[in-house]
């Protein structure tokens, strides 16, 4: 009857322990052991060993515990990629969410109105900008597009990242400086507009816009004194984009051409 006591104390001992998530060593050893029992309806062990599986009871489950569980999913971060050109993402195995990160093309400059009108020309926009998680498909293939910069008069390209014909985050393209016939003026960009279901977004800042020049309007001979249109200034992400991306192009003065913009970027990490 004693040594029954004793046994019964043991297993209440031991089942308590197991509640709490202790792990249990054999006595002269430091390797958890695996532990097996048979477990009552009413929650007791019994038959507690560290052999083979006992033959339990009818109305008792064969249990153990301290025995390896199959690794979890892997965490922490493993890879960035920094994308310049337009391509295809192939999403690797066990990969479910990606850190995207994205600047649209910088739009260009206006030309400037001459005599008798006299305005410098305006700036392009900045590409808009965007930091968000996407959530991913293992295996699945994403489309990613790397804004253009805008030429002289022409706005920037998006930057955008799509399944299929889904589009799921985008950095638009800043806006070109456009000349205006009647009344003439010059007008910056606007800054490109961002796509995206939250993170941090930016919209892109604007080109500034031309000027009347009263040196011209004594005539095209003179030299100019009114500046043209700032460009838009890119947008500072984690990192300052490639060859100031996403920048919109200045303006000219009165003489040469109108600058483009900055190209777009796109940096994935996973």
């Not at 006591?5 to 089942?15: E, F, P, Q, R």
Request: hydrophobic letters at 40%; proline letters at 8%.
């Amino acid at each position: 009857m004693r040594g029954q006591l004793i046994k019964l104390g043991y297993v209440a001992i031991l089942a308590g322990a197991v509640l709490a998530g202790s792990v249990f060593h054999v006595l002269g050893s430091t390797t958890p052991t695996v532990f097996r029992g048979c477990l009552t309806g009413g929650g007791t062990l019994i038959f507690v060993t560290t052999q083979s599986v006992p033959r339990c009871p009818a109305g008792t489950t064969a249990v153990s515990w301290n025995q390896q569980g199959p690794p979890g999913t892997a965490g922490g971060l493993s890879q960035i990629l920094e994308v310049t050109a337009s391509t295809t993402f192939n999403v690797p195995a066990g990969v479910t969410s990606v850190l995207v990160e994205a600047w649209g093309g910088g739009g260009g400059g206006s030309d400037f109105i001459p005599f008798p009108d006299c305005i410098s020309s305006a700036a392009g926009g900045s590409g808009g900008y965007l930091r968000t998680v996407v959530s991913v498909n293992p295996g699945e293939s994403l489309s990613i597009s790397v804004g253009a910069a805008g030429a002289a008069g022409v706005a920037g390209g998006t930057s955008s990242v799509t399944r299929g014909s889904t589009v799921l985050v985008s950095a638009g393209g800043g806006g070109a400086g456009t000349v205006i016939a009647s009344p003439a003026s010059a007008v910056g960009g606007a800054g490109g507009q961002v796509v995206s279901p939250g993170g941090i977004v930016r919209p892109g800042n604007p080109g500034g816009s031309g000027v009347f020049d009263f040196m011209c309007a004594f005539g095209p001979g003179n030299p100019p004194s009114s500046p043209a249109g700032l460009a838009g200034l890119p947008i500072q992400g984690s990192v300052a984009p490639l060859h100031n991306g996403s920048a919109g192009g200045s303006g000219t003065v009165f003489s040469g051409p109108a600058q483009a913009g900055g190209p777009g970027e796109v940096i994935l990490t996973w």
